[in-house]
């Protein structure tokens, strides 16, 4: 089967495509022929963790595709069945934090940048009828790691002011159409100036250069909850303009990952700091109940063929893109 892999060197140079063995499917395993691959940050991120002296790995952590086969003891699913892939693995029941043994569909495990894969059965679902194969294929991880940290962390309640600092990204996209259905008013930040326009035709209420004084453009608004991606370039400034007594979730560093912050002015303030990381099957469920309840659409940039993996990746690295970027597998 042909595949995007990663081997031999770091970085986009150690990408290729190229042919790899069909995986087998074992007990408690579905095998699946992918329709539609989705892309992530974390798939940039993994060209350097992932080392020359390693075995060569298939890239990508999202997808959606038909059951080609079930293994033993496999009752959830059945062969032709249209699915899509939640890449929590080890993580069922919602909790507090992931628990010992949870990790992210891709590396050490082949990904879903290829023709086929195996995966464990209780981490599949059915696909939302109402989703196109390119929407269902980009939805998993993104919408999952929002949903988590919009509603299990954040709690967001419907007339709560919730701010975006640097839309554009898969996940706050996701998290900005979530936030509309749950009736809550959204502010976004952005540089550019196209995405900030975007981002108003999405549902947007407010949007601000990310460069701004924001407490100079806000002053007529009260945030209650906000979701930092960013990191060090932008912490401060969020810490700046929320509420007291308000929230943030983080649950990216896009830029440096070490933040000071004046700890007086944190604790007089009353602030709440939460973390977030992907989240359980429990809560994937929970995404795919609310997706279908609201009709929700997956924003989708870009649609590239296997073969032009190395445009794609840059693509995402430039963080070009306004939404999600797609793969198409089996169209």
Do not use: C
């Not at 002296?53 to 062969?79: F, R, Y």
């Not at 709560?160 to 979530?178: N, R």
């Not at 453009?217 to 932008?234: M, N, Y």
């Not at 609201?294 to 649609?303: A, C, G, L, S, Y």
């Amino acid at each position: 089967m042909k595949a995007i892999v990663h081997k031999e060197q770091e970085g986009l140079n150690g990408l290729f495509y190229e042919d790899m063995d069909e995986p087998d499917v074992n007990t408690g395993q579905v095998k699946i022929k992918l329709k539609t691959g989705g892309m992530n940050r974390r798939d940039v991120a993994l060209l350097h963790r992932h080392k020359p002296d390693q075995p060569p790995l298939i890239m990508g952590s999202d997808g959606a595709g038909v059951v080609e086969a079930v293994g033993e003891g496999v009752n959830n699913v059945k062969t032709g069945d249209e699915v899509v892939i939640d890449p929590s693995l080890g993580w069922q029941k919602n909790s507090e934090a992931p628990p010992e043994g949870f990790k992210i569909l891709n590396m050490p495990d082949h990904g879903t940048f290829a023709e086929y894969i195996t995966i464990p059965a209780e981490n599949v679902e059915k696909k939302p009828e109402h989703l196109s194969w390119t929407e269902a294929g980009v939805l998993p991880l993104a919408a999952l790691t929002g949903y988590r940290a919009l509603f299990t962390r954040g709690k967001v309640q419907s007339g709560d002011t919730v701010m975006l600092p640097g839309i554009g990204s898969g996940v706050l996209t996701y998290i900005l159409l979530f936030a509309k259905a749950a009736g809550a008013r959204v502010i976004v930040t952005s540089r550019s100036e196209e995405k900030r326009q975007k981002a108003l035709e999405l549902g947007a209420d407010v949007a601000i250069p990310t460069e701004s004084d924001w407490k100079e453009e806000l002053k007529d608004e009260q945030v209650d909850l906000l979701i930092e991606s960013i990191g060090r370039a932008t912490f401060n400034k969020s810490l700046g303009i929320i509420r007291k007594g308000g929230t943030i979730v983080t649950f990216g560093a896009t830029t440096e990952d070490e933040v000071n912050i004046d700890i007086r002015k944190f604790f007089y303030g009353q602030f709440n700091l939460l973390g977030s990381t992907m989240g359980s099957h429990e809560e994937f469920k929970e995404m795919l109940a609310f997706v279908e309840k609201h009709q929700t659409r997956p924003v989708v940039d870009r649609i590239f063929s296997l073969s032009d993996y190395k445009e794609a990746f840059r693509y995402l690295r430039d963080s070009k893109n306004f939404g999600k970027i797609a793969f198409d597998i089996h169209s």
